[in-house]
């Protein structure tokens, strides 16, 4: 019983592609994000849907475009995949009304 | 500019001792207070967390303790073992607004038999 579900698990691509990774949860939760842990390990908000609305777009190139088809489900789009978006981007969701926010086993995202 | 200063970087404990990472934030409006364990090729865990209306918070071997007026708070684990080897993070976030998680950098955590 996965909670936060992400695919793929790895994405290897060359540059100039256009690569998509999906998320899903089944807590019932209506508030999703996504985040990027850099080589260092450092985590950064990336975007947060609430009830499939945007409500954070942190300073992110605009080749990144998540969607949220409904609200237990929320994919991140990348056009032009360039060597710097290689990283580990998470996806985690959270109850609107609590401040835990539960994440998903990860997809690394290698550009070559 | 990293609004959660998060140390020390990597901290080496013997199996039984106390292990204690620190975090310091700069807004006074963060509210809200996570630890998380990340394990090698996995996603975060929340561990533990922390509102600022309380100075301590203990669930099991775990312990944060926050000083408001320092803007200051900690990680102790008592009794490590080296299961408990992993990196570990520092968050704080403000209610309202989507409760963006801001991350410290990270502590590498290795206990030693």
């Known amino acids: 019983d996965t909670a936060v579900s992400q695919t793929p698990k790895y994405l290897v691509t060359q540059m100039g592609n256009d690569k998509s990774i999906k998320c899903e949860q089944n807590?019932?939760?209506?508030?999703m994000y996504w985040y990027k842990q850099d080589s260092k390990k450092f985590l950064k908000i990336m975007f947060s849907?609430?009830?499939?609305?945007?409500?954070i777009n942190e300073t992110v190139p605009n080749r990144f475009s998540p969607k949220s088809p409904d609200k237990a489900h929320l994919n991140l789009h990348i056009n032009s995949l360039e060597l710097g978006d290689s990283a580990v981007y998470f996806c985690?969701?959270?109850?609107?009304?609590?401040?835990?926010?539960?994440f998903g086993p990860g997809t690394r995202l290698t550009v070559t | 500019q990293q609004q959660v200063k998060q140390s020390p970087q990597s901290l080496i404990v013997q199996k039984g001792g106390i292990s204690i990472i620190n975090c310091a934030y700069e807004?006074?409006?963060?509210?809200?207070f996570p630890w998380y364990q990340q394990f090698p090729g996995k996603g975060p865990a929340l561990l533990i967390a922390?509102?600022?209306?309380?100075s301590e918070k203990k669930e099991g071997r775990f312990t944060i303790s926050f000083n408001k007026s320092a803007k200051q708070f900690s990680l102790h684990i008592m009794d490590s073992q080296p299961g408990d080897s992993a990196t570990y993070f520092c968050?704080?976030?403000?209610?309202?607004?989507?409760?963006?998680?801001?991350f410290g950098t990270g502590t590498q955590l290795k206990v030693e038999l």
């Open positions: 985690a969701s959270r109850n609107y009304r609590g401040h835990e926010q539960y």
């Open positions: 807590l019932g939760h209506d508030t």
């Open positions: 849907y609430n009830n499939k609305e945007l409500i």
């Open positions: 807004n006074t409006a963060f509210d809200y």
């Open positions: 922390i509102r600022p209306d309380v």
């Open positions: 968050a704080a976030s403000i209610t309202g607004g989507g409760n963006k998680l801001t």
